[in-house]
């Protein structure tokens, strides 16, 4: 993507982030504790995200909009219609890539 110009490629990774949402929403069935385990991300680190690069770029953007817009409702409405509660091997597998990711970080922080 380095032969594009900056105007091309943000509008590039700006229709990939609304792709990924689509996608998200059309499955509202992966939850996201699942997405932690897998891939280490969720729609509320998306949420998070954007809060962060508002700021970075002097914007005022609230969490829970961020959420609003992620979710494509209220988070507390998606919430009660979509997530269910995480099963105790979904919480053990959570834990796990957490204590691996400070592990990592541990040894990367040795070196």
Not at 13 to 32: G, P, S, T, W
Not at 44 to 66: H, I, M, P, Q, T
Not at 87 to 104: G, H, I, M, S
Request: hydrophobic share 40%.
């Amino acid at each position: 993507m380095q032969h594009l110009d900056d105007n091309t490629r943000t509008e590039l990774e700006a229709a990939a982030f609304r792709r990924l949402l689509k996608h998200l929403d059309d499955n509202k069935d992966v939850q996201n504790i699942e997405l932690m385990i897998l891939a280490d991300f969720c729609r509320n680190c998306l949420s998070k995200w954007l809060v962060a690069a508002a700021e970075e770029r002097g914007a005022e953007l609230d969490y829970e909009a961020a959420r609003d817009h992620v979710y494509g409702m209220p988070y507390a409405e998606w919430k009660a219609k979509y997530q269910q509660e995480a099963t105790p091997e979904q919480l053990a597998a959570f834990e796990e890539r957490q204590a691996r990711k400070k592990a990592q970080a541990s040894n990367e922080g040795e070196k």
